[in-house]
């Protein structure tokens, strides 16, 4: 061993010391990486948590375009109350007037037609709750976890 070269020794140390160390390249790709990983992170987070928020949005559009119908619907409704149109109509209808030189004329019902026969009303008892347990059925339950046995 002694016959050895020093000249090889010394480039095995420094070989050796090159593995051991990590170059600032390494470092910076090493960061890069893991800024990378924490951006993806919170990225992935961010469209997760945006999820509920989008469906919110749509249900809201939705009840939002369902009122602006309502509200367009109600807006004619009370342009046409506010009309003389409708004024005549109720007038006519439901007021029972005329206009000078016509004729109100309202039927009457005869009594010699055939009288509508009263339908009986017909009442049938429902019952709304299930019926109480008898109390040995309670027990039960609570002393084995189950449905009591049918007998």
Same mark, same amino acid.
């Given at each position: 061993?002694?016959?050895?070269?020093?000249?090889?020794?010394?480039?095995?140390?420094?070989?050796?010391?090159?593995?051991?160390?990590?170059? #600032?390249?390494?470092?910076?790709?090493?960061?890069?990486?893991?800024? #990378?990983?924490?951006?993806?992170?919170? +990225?992935?987070?961010? @469209?997760?948590?945006?999820?509920?928020?989008?469906? +919110?949005?749509?249900?809201?559009?939705?009840?939002?375009?369902?009122?602006?119908?309502?509200?367009?619907? @109600?807006?004619?409704?009370?342009?046409?109350?506010?009309?003389?149109? +409708?004024?005549?109509?109720?007038?006519?209808?439901? #007021?029972?007037? &005329?206009?000078?030189?016509?004729?109100? &004329?309202?039927?009457?019902?005869?009594?010699? #037609?055939?009288?509508? !026969?009263? !339908?009986?009303? &017909?009442?049938?008892?429902?019952?709304?709750?299930?019926?109480?347990?008898?109390?040995?059925?309670?027990?039960?339950?609570?002393?084995?976890?189950?449905?009591?046995?049918? +007998?």
């Amino acid at each position: 061993m002694a016959s050895e070269n020093p000249s090889e020794r010394p480039q095995k140390t420094s070989s050796h010391r090159k593995r051991d160390h990590l170059s #600032g390249a390494q470092i910076m790709f090493a960061a890069i990486i893991a800024i #990378g990983l924490i951006l993806a992170i919170n +990225f992935s987070t961010r @469209l997760a948590s945006s999820r509920p928020l989008n469906a +919110f949005y749509q249900d809201v559009q939705a009840e939002i375009t369902v009122l602006e119908q309502t509200q367009a619907t @109600l807006i004619a409704e009370r342009d046409f109350v506010e009309s003389d149109a +409708f004024v005549e109509q109720w007038a006519r209808s439901e #007021g029972k007037m &005329v206009r000078p030189g016509e004729v109100l &004329v309202v039927p009457l019902t005869t009594s010699r #037609g055939a009288q509508p !026969t009263p !339908t009986p009303q &017909v009442f049938v008892e429902v019952e709304t709750s299930p019926p109480d347990p008898e109390p040995w059925e309670l027990w039960w339950s609570l002393f084995f976890d189950s449905a009591p046995p049918e +007998f």
